[in-house]
Nanobody
Framework: QVQLVESGGGLVQPGGSLRLSCEVSVAGTNYNAVDWYRQRPGNQRELVAT???????VYSSSVKGRFTIFRDSVKGATSLQMDSLKPEDTAVYYC?????????WGQGTQVTVSS
């Protein structure tokens, strides 16, 4: 009924770029937004970016100007373009949506920024 699948994580050097993708499969389109969260080592899960069905975008202050959320050419996919990556961006990144009264999460994809 609902499935979120993240891809695109990996190892990248500081200053590099990476693009994450979230493929959303859901029965209908009765959800308002798709979100990207991340959980850095030793920290709580935090909201990184949101894109609404209307196309409005919201970013965390820590990534604004460096990350871009958008809908790509793949059906049902929402991407997160990450530029100027820093070691503190290292985290497991999760796709998320709220649908029919419940939170739905992807399995997560690891992003490691290191020399």
């Amino acid at each position: 009924q609902v499935q979120l699948v993240e891809s695109g994580g990996g190892l990248v050097q500081p200053g590099g770029s990476l693009r994450l993708s979230c493929e959303v499969s859901v029965a209908g389109t009765n959800y308002n937004a798709v979100d990207w969260y991340r959980q850095r080592p030793g920290n709580q899960r935090e909201l990184v970016a949101t894109i609404t069905k209307r196309g409005n975008k919201v970013y965390s202050s820590s990534v604004k100007g460096r990350f871009t959320i958008f809908r790509d050419s793949v059906k049902g996919a929402t991407s997160l373009q990450m530029d100027s990556l820093k070691p503190e961006d290292t985290a497991v990144y999760y796709c998320h949506l709220w649908w029919e009264g419940s939170d739905h999460w992807g399995q997560g994809t690891q992003v490691t920024v290191s020399s």
